[in-house]
């Protein structure tokens, strides 16, 4: 079983480094992106959407050329393991998910994924075993249209320099930048 | 010139695969996150928190253990170039940023960062030349704190059968998941 253009053994490597654990969800998230490879519709250039920021996105990252800093991949918070891959312009595009149904013949990751066992509970071994062994199996596809133009991210557009910090910001922001307008992160000391 | 443990030339290798090309913003995001690497305030574990989708995470990701997937980068819609990386507890951190005032002595790097010029009136190569000669000198530093808990990802907490689409999703978005509530992406045909 391949995932991508690598082995399984060299995945599991790559999200090591990558991601700094082999974990559940983005083992079968490796799965669930060789799939949606292995169907694309007709096209030459495809963006991805993540119905989740868990996990998933780092599959995606790690086997196509869709990462968060090049715009290419969306995110949506929806917590649902799925991943589209979209052409585009025209935005048809294949969706592959987890399928519920499927889980009952793989109890340890329907005890996982539907957070039936605690953490503490759960069987790592046999979970990854059983993960490994169902690959696509666990897996749904469809056929769906995104409309590219709405998941776009928006263009930067005009960058002036914030009159109170002195930083480059996007005039489309307002007279100052985010941070200075109330939103920043930083605690005043 | 070293960018985290990689020359220079080995981490342009790694942007291109990575990101598709070598953007002038992943190249300064390299010199950014490796001031800040070498910063670092005491402590064993840090998260990194970008002020910018665009570009910049793709160095976090690249030269940091913190992924968007791992939810130890976090992304803040601010347009602005910089990076912090902070202890994960604490909060203390370090953030470095693109200065303004230092880009007059790059006035190429001044002209793509402002947008005082177009894409076609910019010299690429003497806007790459002038990134890899500046390094750290384009950028500022600051010491700053954040309340770690006001950027941690939420949980997802119980996870539930979406009675519309059969899918699994995290209870607390409703009585179904958010796509079926009317906010999918997919086009209905």
Redesign the interface.
């Given at each position: 079983m391949n995932i991508g253009t690598y082995s399984y053994e060299e995945y599991v490597h790559l999200v090591k480094s990558?991601?700094?654990s082999p974990?559940p969800g983005?083992l079968i998230g490796g799965f669930i992106v060789d799939l949606a490879l292995k169907n694309l519709p007709d096209g030459e250039f495809f963006d991805a959407?993540c119905?989740t920021?868990?996990?998933?996105?780092?599959?995606v990252?790690l086997l196509t050329?869709c990462?968060?800093?090049?715009?290419?991949m969306k995110?949506?918070?929806?917590?649902?393991?799925?991943v589209?891959l979209y052409e585009k312009s025209g935005?048809e595009g294949v969706?592959v998910?987890?399928?519920?149904?499927k889980l009952k013949r793989w109890p340890e990751v329907m005890n996982w994924?539907?957070?039936l066992k605690t953490k503490k509970e759960q069987d790592s071994d046999l979970l990854i075993e059983q993960i490994k062994e169902a690959g696509h199996d666990l897996l749904g596809i469809q056929h769906?249209?995104?409309?590219p133009e709405?998941?776009r991210?928006r263009k930067?557009g005009?960058?002036?320099?914030c009159p109170s910090c002195?930083?480059?910001?996007?005039v489309k922001?307002g007279d100052r930048?985010?941070?200075c307008l109330g939103?920043s992160?930083?605690?005043r000391?």
């Amino acid at each position: 079983m391949n995932i991508g253009t690598y082995s399984y053994e060299e995945y599991v490597h790559l999200v090591k480094s990558f991601h700094g654990s082999p974990a559940p969800g983005l083992l079968i998230g490796g799965f669930i992106v060789d799939l949606a490879l292995k169907n694309l519709p007709d096209g030459e250039f495809f963006d991805a959407l993540c119905e989740t920021p868990v996990c998933l996105p780092d599959a995606v990252q790690l086997l196509t050329p869709c990462t968060i800093g090049n715009g290419w991949m969306k995110i949506l918070d929806f917590g649902k393991f799925a991943v589209t891959l979209y052409e585009k312009s025209g935005g048809e595009g294949v969706r592959v998910y987890l399928d519920a149904e499927k889980l009952k013949r793989w109890p340890e990751v329907m005890n996982w994924f539907l957070k039936l066992k605690t953490k503490k509970e759960q069987d790592s071994d046999l979970l990854i075993e059983q993960i490994k062994e169902a690959g696509h199996d666990l897996l749904g596809i469809q056929h769906v249209r995104v409309e590219p133009e709405k998941l776009r991210r928006r263009k930067m557009g005009q960058v002036s320099v914030c009159p109170s910090c002195g930083e480059a910001y996007p005039v489309k922001d307002g007279d100052r930048c985010r941070a200075c307008l109330g939103e920043s992160p930083y605690v005043r000391e």
